[in-house]
């Protein structure tokens, strides 16, 4: 069963940096695709990041190309979100979501159905 741990996320002041990270297992395969989206209150919840079962397939939402930096390591088990740049719009729970299958490539048109597996969530509040 595929499980997802997102950690890190906390308060930051605007123009501050955090890293969120999720740590995955349970996956059957090496190759697979990890999503970042994060829901603020009262609204839906969007995409933020995307890397495919190949490190060239890499999104990014238009509000956070240039400031946030997606990244998997070597081994392969936990994704990061590197988040630059920090502003009070970016304060939501940030949630991050697998596709076991590695097959769902990485874009502007990937929805919350597209994944099978979420983790909790963290908060990030960007504030003053």
């Known amino acids: 069963q595929v499980q997802l741990v997102e950690s890190g996320g906390g308060l930051v002041q605007p123009g501050g940096s955090l890293r969120v990270s999720c740590e995955a297992s349970?996956?059957?395969?090496?190759?697979?695709?990890i999503a970042w989206f994060r829901q603020a209150p009262g609204k839906e919840r969007e995409g933020v990041s995307c890397?495919?079962?190949?490190?060239?397939?890499?999104y990014y939402a238009d509000s956070v190309k240039g400031r946030f930096t997606i990244s998997r390591d070597s081994v392969g088990n936990t994704v990061y979100l590197q988040m630059n740049n920090l502003v009070p719009d970016d304060t939501a729970v940030y949630y991050c979501?697998?596709?076991?299958?590695?097959?769902?490539?990485?874009?502007?048109?990937?929805?919350?159905?597209?994944?099978?597996?979420w983790g909790q969530g963290t908060q990030v509040t960007v504030s003053s």
């Open positions: 349970g996956f059957t395969s090496d190759y697979y695709t």
């Open positions: 890397i495919g079962r190949s490190d060239g397939n890499i």
């Open positions: 979501a697998a596709d076991p299958t590695g097959f769902l490539y990485c874009s502007a048109d990937m929805g919350v159905a597209d994944f099978d597996a």
